[in-house]
């Protein structure tokens, strides 16, 4: 099974905007929301999901990713919107929940703040190089 497909931070955000059953998923690990930052949904008055994909700092899936989407409230009827640093973990988490039924699964291109760019950094691509919401946690 596939997953809905791939859409850009802000195409995500228009999602978000209109659909009412739209959800943001960020499934980056508990040190990246932290240190990083986090896509701030309050202007649209809706909280971000966080679900790890990946457990820190084994790198294994989230063996219960499912059943936590579940518990956070997200069903068959949702539109939902992964995240994660650069676009790459969320294909996975997408795909996982296909599997589960959860037919309308997207994957955030880019991610939270993009690949390595030729100097080795990020940040010039993703949610936060389009300037969309997001605070420090």
């Known amino acids: ?9 802000e195409q995500a955000w228009k999602q978000l905007e209109t659909n009412p ?29 966080f679900v790890e994909w990946v457990n820190f700092p084994d790198g294994q899936p989230n063996a219960g990713f499912v059943e936590q989407l579940r518990e956070a409230g997200i069903t068959e009827n949702n539109e939902v919107l992964f995240i994660c640093r650069s676009g790459h973990r969320s294909i996975g988490a997408a795909h996982a929940a296909s599997a589960a039924g959860i037919a309308k699964a997207y994957n955030i291109v ?25 605070r420090q946690s």
Not at 21 to 29: E, F, I, K, Q
Not at 113 to 120: I, M, P, T, V
């Open 110 to 134: 880019d991610g939270f703040e993009g690949g390595l760019d030729d100097s080795d950094h990020r940040g010039s691509v993703g949610w936060r190089a389009a300037n969309l919401p997001w």
């Open 21 to 49: 059953d739209a959800v943001l998923v960020d499934c980056r690990t508990q040190a990246e929301w932290n240190f990083v930052g986090v896509p701030d949904l309050e202007i649209l008055g809706k909280a971000t999901v």
């Open 1 to 9: 099974m596939t997953y809905a497909g791939d859409v850009s931070p």
